[in-house]
């Protein structure tokens, strides 16, 4: 079935340090790739996507590639931020509309 | 994009009681679901809730346990029901499909069973 792994938390990091959070997946067929974040108290939010091998997904400075040939996605920021604190969630979702989430990855960013 | 609320944003219950969380969206959607996120994992997906016929439940939910409504195509309600401090999660709605495969997210409301 279709599965998401990330790396176990929590990660943490000073500021202005560089950012990797490792995903990969199995999947049948072609899904689409998510990460969402989730900020302390708040609801998820939607990160980045990409939704074909080779995209890159990108925003607030987060990257993440889908790598086809690696069955991967993995989240890097060049410098983090201590508002960057958060939970970070891998997903895929395929043609069904499900959406299937890794574990979580806590990072913590210290001034 | 869709705006997404949810009532209660949290409550604290009592064993064996009832709890039903309700979820309105800004705008008209096909697709509806309800995660449960407990304390410091990841989400589970309890159900989809269809306009007009039953939800369909993943496996290890009952219709017993949770019962949901979908009355439209902006509004749905999740029961908890006879809960235990098992129960004790963040439930999450959540709306998705159509043009776009992104899912948003309702802000959640965190039940506390004591």
């Known amino acids: 079935g279709n599965s998401v792994t990330q790396m176990e938390g929590p990660v943490t990091l000073s500021e202005e340090a560089f950012l990797t959070i490792n995903c990969t997946y199995t999947?049948?067929?072609?899904?689409?790739l998510f990460w969402y974040v989730q900020y302390p108290g708040e609801g998820l939010q939607l990160l980045l996507k990409a939704t074909k091998a080779d995209d890159k997904g990108s925003n607030k400075g987060f990257e993440a590639t889908y790598r086809k040939e690696t069955t991967s996605f993995h989240l890097e920021k060049g410098s983090v931020q201590v508002s960057d604190s958060a939970v970070y969630f891998c997903a895929l979702r395929t043609g069904g509309f499900k959406t299937i989430f890794g574990a979580g990855t806590r990072l913590f960013v210290k001034a | 994009s869709a705006v997404i609320s949810q009532k209660p944003s949290r409550d604290i219950c009592q064993r064996g009681t009832s709890l039903t969380i309700q979820c309105q969206v800004d705008s008209q959607v096909t697709m509806m679901f309800w995660y449960r996120q407990q304390p410091g994992q990841s989400l589970t997906l309890i159900a989809t809730a269809n306009q007009g016929s039953e939800a369909t439940y993943e496996s290890g939910f009952v219709i017993d346990k949770f019962p949901i409504s979908r009355p439209n195509l902006t509004f749905s309600t999740l029961t908890v029901s006879n809960m235990s401090p098992e129960d004790s999660s963040i439930y999450l709605c959540?709306?998705?499909?159509?043009?776009?495969?992104?899912?948003?997210f309702g802000p959640g409301t965190r039940l506390t069973v004591l």
């Open positions: 999947a049948t067929g072609y899904p689409s």
């Open positions: 959540s709306v998705g499909g159509g043009d776009t495969d992104t899912q948003y």
